[in-house]
């Protein structure tokens, strides 16, 4: 069955420090997101990514953070310079493009950020 | 923007026994709503889903359903097995437009065996 993977499980950072999150979704699936999970909380959305551009973003996704789709397959999150608040669980997410009747997200696994 | 409210926050029920979680959301434009299971150490994994044009719907042993009007939805697990125990998270989105997820609180479950 496919499924979404991402890199690294762990990553380990000093503040300050520019993070590169990397994620595959599913090979058929046109709609990406990023979704962050601090420990304990709930799943929190980030942002949102079509057609080779950011189709809606969150409060939390300021000018610190910028997504890509470098390649026909990877889709990156970078975080310039890390703060220590950071930390967390970073959830990529894909789904298909079947408008109007269609929004399953399928997420990854996820990469620990621990932000030092 | 959308709220979701999710409850109870833990749930311990006996193997065999049923459990229901229950979540309320506040946009009345949402029309899509999922649950996921998330395990220890793993990504949210979607059991379920319900759109606004169906009140219930059902899979084996899990059954979600939806009140429009209320504004709420439930999950509904019965004769629990003991890998039924995970963090469940309800969510609330657009079907079109606004696609991202709004996730509710979590909920503990732990069957005992």
């Known amino acids: 069955e496919p499924e979404v993977t991402q890199t690294p499980s762990h990553q380990v950072t000093q503040m300050g420090q520019e993070v590169i999150l990397r994620c595959v979704p599913i090979?058929?699936?046109?709609?990406f997101y990023w979704y962050r999970q601090i420990l304990g909380q709930k799943v929190e959305f980030l942002v949102s990514f079509y057609n080779n551009e950011i189709s809606e973003k969150s409060e939390i996704f300021d000018d610190q953070f910028s997504v890509e789709r470098p390649d026909g397959s990877n889709f990156t999150l970078k975080i310039r310079s890390t703060k220590l608040e950071d930390s967390a669980m970073y959830f990529c997410?894909?789904?298909?493009?079947?408008?109007?009747?269609?929004?399953?997200?399928?997420f990854g696994p996820g990469t620990r950020l621990t932000v030092l | 923007g959308e709220n979701v409210e999710q409850h109870p926050s833990t749930l311990s029920v006996q193997e065999g026994d049923s459990a229901v979680i229950k979540c309320t959301y506040s946009?009345?434009?949402?029309?899509?709503f999922p649950w996921y299971k998330q395990e220890l150490g793993k990504g949210p994994q979607l059991i379920i889903d319900i759109r606004s044009n169906v009140g219930e719907k059902k899979d084996q042993r899990i059954a979600v359903t939806l009140n429009k009007t209320a504004k709420h939805f439930s999950l509904h697990i019965t004769e629990t097995q003991p890998e039924d125990s995970a963090v469940y998270f309800c969510a609330a989105s657009r079907i079109t437009g606004r696609r991202a997820l709004t996730f509710g609180s979590g909920t503990r479950l732990q069957v005992q065996p």
């Open positions: 090979s058929n699936h046109l709609y």
């Open positions: 946009d009345s434009a949402s029309n899509y």
């Open positions: 997410a894909s789904s298909e493009v079947r408008l109007l009747i269609y929004n399953e997200q399928f």
